[in-house]
């Protein structure tokens, strides 16, 4: 018996965002059908999908009627409670699997695993209370950042413990000082579990998306390098230009973890690169990844066509680069007047503006509600070196009168 999954298939997608748009309009190219079930309707997938449920994750029944309507699962984001997905692999097969969201929508998890792998990542501790807080500052010291165990993306959920004004300075507290620190740290996260990592001192932010067939083929984009502004992606670039050595280390250490989850489908690694060269993990995504929306135009196969080829069993595409790209993110502040985030939106930006650049291509992605840090869309753009490209990105996304 034949484990590919070939068109007309049905997928299923957890969740119905803009990573689930993207899979479907991949999708759509090859001739599968798509179904996805989220809280929402009208939603960026469920616009495009073939059938979308609306219905609660944790509504068991409308998880398996939607579960037992499709040939296989996948997921467009790691908050998917554990049991959505368990009830799903009792009618479909889902890929990645349960074991896998649940490492990776929980940072403690997340670095035990790390460890239990033998992978470099920064030093941390577990926090569950006060105590614990303080017990871990004894031993990592500051700076360090204080993460709530789940639900933080794009910076939420984070708190810097310093002893200063920059974070790049480590001066060690006194003990009142650091009682006082942790208090503080520890109420703005609302006294949730949680995990305490000592600060990084960073070069840059790369991240490597790659793939794992059904069979353990394994496929990569090499490194991309990324920019954030208030923790959220603003820019990435690809070909990262570093050295060859530290991408064969993120080749090693990206194979490493998708073999350790036996991970069918695609998943991000995002690592620190430091100034001597060494890579530490940083955290990683089961599923496409913001980083990786430069290989819709950039690469022979995009993310999200690997993504729909590794999770029916089919072998993976090339990920060659046809020139280097460069993505901009845009955000939901576009949408408000300048140096005004508090009142309405205004109309929908001028795209004209940014398509008067021909190398330009504008993704948006059916939101209705735009909100300040809100992923609306992207543009992308390539050129002959990736520098170039984000040059390009840069100057098309500014002529919208947007405050990067």
Request: charged letters at 20%; glycine letters at 8%.
């Amino acid at each position: 018996m034949s484990n590919k999954i070939l068109p007309p298939a049905t997928i299923g997608i957890l969740g119905s965002g803009q990573l689930g748009r993207m899979l479907t309009i991949a999708a759509r190219q090859m001739g599968y059908r798509i179904h996805v079930l989220s809280p929402d309707s009208d939603s960026p997938t469920g616009q495009i999908a073939d059938k979308e449920f609306a219905a609660a994750y944790e509504d068991l029944d409308a998880v398996q009627h939607f579960a037992q309507s499709v040939d296989v699962v996948t997921y467009e984001f790691e908050n998917v409670p554990t049991q959505t997905a368990v009830a799903c692999q009792e009618f479909a097969p889902l890929r990645p699997g349960a074991n896998v969201l649940h490492v990776a929508q929980n940072r403690l998890r997340e670095k035990q695993f790390f460890v239990a792998q033998g992978l470099p990542t920064a030093p941390f501790a577990e926090v569950t209370s006060l105590e614990t807080l303080l017990t871990g500052l004894e031993k990592i010291g500051t700076p360090a950042i204080l993460k709530t165990a789940t639900s933080g993306y794009d910076g939420k959920g984070q708190v810097l413990i310093a002893n200063g004004q920059s974070p790049m300075v480590n001066r060690q507290p006194s003990i009142a000082n650091r009682q006082s620190l942790a208090a503080n740290a520890w109420e703005a996260i609302h006294h949730q579990p949680a995990i305490l990592e000592g600060f990084v001192e960073f070069e840059r932010e790369v991240s490597m998306v790659a793939a794992r067939g059904l069979d353990g083929s394994f496929a990569h984009y090499g490194q991309i390098e990324n920019s954030h502004v208030h923790h959220i992606l603003d820019i990435s670039q690809a070909p990262a230009d570093v050295p060859p050595g530290v991408t064969q280390e993120a080749v090693r250490l990206t194979r490493a973890v998708l073999e350790g989850l036996d991970v069918v489908g695609v998943l991000c690694v995002e690592f620190f690169l430091l100034g001597n060269g060494r890579l530490l993990l940083n955290e990683i995504a089961p599923r496409p990844h913001n980083s990786g929306h430069l290989t819709i135009e950039a690469c022979v196969t995009s993310q999200f066509e690997q993504q729909l080829r590794a999770i029916c069993g089919l072998p993976l595409g090339s990920t060659r680069y046809l020139r280097a790209a460069a993505m901009a993110n845009l955000l939901g502040d576009l949408w408000f007047p300048a140096n005004d985030q508090q009142s309405e939106p205004s109309n929908h930006p001028d795209w004209t503006a940014v398509l008067t650049h021909p190398h330009v291509k504008l993704h948006l992605y059916g939101k209705a509600e735009a909100r300040p840090g809100r992923k609306m869309g992207h543009i992308t753009a390539l050129a002959n070196i990736a520098t170039e490209a984000a040059t390009i990105v840069r100057e098309a996304r500014a002529k919208l009168n947007t405050e990067y």
